[in-house]
Nanobody, 112 residues
Framework: EVQLVESGGGLVQPGGSLRLSCVASGFTFMRAPMNWVRQAPGKGLEWISTISSRDSIIKYADAVKGRFTISRDTAKNTLYLQMNSLKTDDTAVYYC?????RGQGTQVTVSS
């Protein structure tokens, strides 16, 4: 059974940083292409980053490029999203995805 469990969200001031984690199980994580997506209040899902199998290709949405970094630790079966220079527009529930599977999400609120 595929499971994805996100954590690391919280309340942070504009300009601050957070690191999100997603612990994966039930599939071969090191070979899996993974995504981070988010959903802001009242809006649809927004793709923000992808890391391909074996980390050969990494992509970011323009809205987060240069501020967010996706990575994975295969020893821990964990996907990360390092978020720096956070803006109020980054407020959303953040989810990790593997194919059709998505975790329960973690809330990120950027507010002064």
């Amino acid at each position: 059974e595929v499971q994805l469990v996100e954590s690391g969200g919280g309340l942070v001031q504009p300009g601050g940083s957070l690191r999100l984690s997603c612990v994966a199980s039930g599939f071969t994580f090191m070979r899996a292409p993974m995504n981070w997506v988010r959903q802001a209040p009242g809006k649809g899902l927004e793709w923000i980053s992808t890391i391909s199998s074996r980390d050969s290709i990494i992509k970011y949405a323009d809205a987060v490029k240069g501020r967010f970094t996706i990575s994975r630790d295969t020893a821990k079966n964990t996907l990360y999203l390092q978020m720096n220079s956070l803006k109020t527009d980054d407020t959303a529930v953040y989810y990790c995805e593997y194919g059709v599977y998505r975790g329960q999400g973690t809330q990120v609120t950027v507010s002064s």
